[in-house]
């Protein structure tokens, strides 16, 4: 199983997933795009041109996407915590996670919030996670969905654990798969 966090940044996803792992009854992995970015030698990215480094950003989140399968289609049980802001990103988790059951969970949390975490991480630009809110959730369509402006992270994840313990029904993956195919003037 694949449970999907998708939020902006600073909107408590890797809060959630600490919290997951700590709730879930069996073992998952927190597979991490932050994460995944830090292992990338930062020094050469920032000598790299701006077309470059978006380029490499790129290619980065698409082998982000392709370890979760691959750890995925290993047997192992998986947290994902991603920032799904351009429209690709989507796109190529659904062609990628095909065939895998993904239980897609939105974050969402008030604007002013994530302002307020965003200066107390001092890491992030202040307004950043909130221009992120028209894009990340664009698509509309969740398995679940959690307001880490009104609860915990702990709260958020037994919330999530609940809910995926309930037999499983049509995800939110499959029927986004199912829409863009509808819309994909190649496949018609």
């Known amino acids: 199983m694949i449970i999907f966090l998708n939020g902006t940044s600073s909107s408590g996803k890797s809060s959630i997933a600490a919290e997951l792992l700590k709730e879930l009854d069996t073992p998952f992995f927190h597979l991490s795009v932050d994460a995944f970015g830090a292992m990338r030698a930062v020094?050469?990215?920032?000598?790299?041109d701006a077309i470059?480094?978006?380029e490499l950003l790129q290619r980065t989140r698409a082998g982000f996407h392709r370890a979760v399968a691959g750890m995925a289609q290993a047997g192992n049980d998986v947290v994902v915590d991603h920032v799904l802001s351009e429209p690709w990103r989507l796109q190529d988790c659904l062609d990628v996670l095909e065939g895998?059951?993904?239980?897609?969970?939105?974050?969402?949390c008030p604007p002013e919030e994530l302002e307020r975490r965003e200066r107390a991480r001092g890491d992030r630009t202040p307004g950043a996670a909130a221009r992120q809110l028209l894009s990340v959730h664009q698509h509309g369509l969740y398995d679940f969905e959690v307001d880490t402006g009104l609860n915990s992270p702990r709260e958020c994840a037994r919330a999530i654990k609940r809910f995926v313990g309930r037999p499983p029904t049509t995800r939110a993956f499959d029927e986004l798969r199912g829409r863009a195919r509808r819309h994909d003037p190649s496949t018609t």
Do not use: K, N, Y
């Open 43 to 48: 020094e050469r990215t920032l000598e790299l």
């Open 52 to 54: 470059a480094q978006q």
């Open 100 to 108: 895998l059951d993904v239980v897609f969970v939105g974050v969402h």
